[in-house]
């Protein structure tokens, strides 16, 4: 994907996380409640953004 361009000048830019995450981990009580999520107007079911 860093390798990725355009015509037109777009850049790419990736990060690599070597990691291992904790499956099962759950989220605190009413936090989906609290989370405020933008949808983007382009491609809503793929763009999004969620702001605690």
Same mark, same amino acid.
């Given at each position: 994907?860093?390798?990725?361009?355009i /015509?037109k &000048?777009l850049q @790419?830019?990736t990060?690599?996380?070597?990691?291992?995450? /904790?499956? &099962?981990k759950? @989220?605190?009580?009413?936090?989906?409640e609290?989370?405020?999520?933008?949808f983007?107007?382009f491609l809503?079911?793929?763009?999004?953004?969620a702001?605690?």
């Amino acid at each position: 994907m860093a390798e990725a361009t355009i /015509q037109k &000048g777009l850049q @790419v830019f990736t990060t690599i996380i070597d990691q291992s995450y /904790q499956t &099962g981990k759950k @989220v605190a009580e009413g936090f989906k409640e609290t989370m405020e999520i933008f949808f983007d107007d382009f491609l809503p079911q793929w763009n999004y953004t969620a702001k605690p």
